[in-house]
Structures are given as structure tokens and as C-alpha cells.
């Protein structure tokens, strides 16, 4: 069985800094994609950073800049992310959800999604 385990967030003034870590843990294969995602109430799921094994990061444009992550995914050993929130707004305030495809120890060319079960970010003055 495959886990995603986050950890971090909490709340923050806007212009502050928080960081989300994210660890999977399982009989793991290969993690081709591995990142962050947030929603709020009433809206869609969106991306915010996403890592590839192949070692690129795709940001959303609303927190290039300010947002990095972390994690070196082009090596079979790292299963972790990091993402570092920096000069947060009122509305990077969500849910974030940790996001990986990855494939399993003895089904290595079958690649599944992996979601994490959210960590509430707060941002307010």
C-alpha cells in the first residue's frame, strides 16, 4: 500500500513564509510526478508546483517566484518534497494536497495517482 504523508502548513500574516513536506511511503517502484496541489471551497482543484523524474518543476504562474520545491525525483531513493511557501497572500490560503504518480514494486510499468489527505494553509491578518 502506498501512503502520502504530509506535514506543515498551519496559519500565517500575509508576507509570511511556511513550508509542506510531503513523504511517500510504500512498496514504491518509480515516482515519475510529484507535487503540490490546493482548493478552496467552491473551486477546483488546482496545481501550484509539480516535479518530474525527469527533474523540471511546472509552477502555477500565481506563485512563481515565491513558492519552491524540492526534492530530487530523478533518483529511485528520494520519495520526498518539499515546498516552500515564501511572501504568502490572502489567497494562497486552501487545502493542499499532496499529488505523486508513481508505480508500485512489481507492477513498475503501471503508474497510479497518490493523493494525500490535505493540509489546511491559513493566511490572515
Known amino acids: 500500500q502506498v501512503q502520502l504523508v504530509e506535514s506543515g502548513g498551519g496559519s500565517v500574516q500575509p508576507g509570511g513564509s511556511l513550508r509542506l513536506s510531503c513523504a511517500a511511503s510504500?512498496?514504491?517502484?518509480?515516482?515519475?510526478?510529484m507535487g503540490w496541489y490546493r482548493q478552496v471551497p467552491g473551486k477546483e482543484r488546482e496545481r501550484v508546483a509539480l516535479?518530474?523524474?525527469?527533474?523540471?518543476?511546472?509552477?502555477?504562474d500565481s506563485v512563481k517566484g515565491r513558492f519552491t520545491l524540492s526534492g530530487d525525483l530523478t533518483k529511485n531513493t528520494e520519495n520526498t518534497v518539499t515546498l516552500q511557501m515564501a511572501s504568502l497572500k490572502l489567497e494562497d490560503a486552501a487545502v493542499y494536497y499532496c499529488?505523486?504518480?508513481?508505480?508500485?514494486?512489481?507492477?513498475?510499468?503501471?503508474?497510479?495517482?497518490?493523493w494525500g489527505q490535505g493540509t489546511q494553509v491559513t493566511v490572515s491578518s
Open positions: 516535479g518530474s523524474s525527469a527533474g523540471t518543476v511546472d509552477y502555477a
Open positions: 510504500g512498496s514504491i517502484a518509480a515516482i515519475r510526478y
Open positions: 499529488y505523486a504518480v508513481l508505480s508500485r514494486t512489481g507492477m513498475s510499468s503501471v503508474y497510479n495517482e497518490y
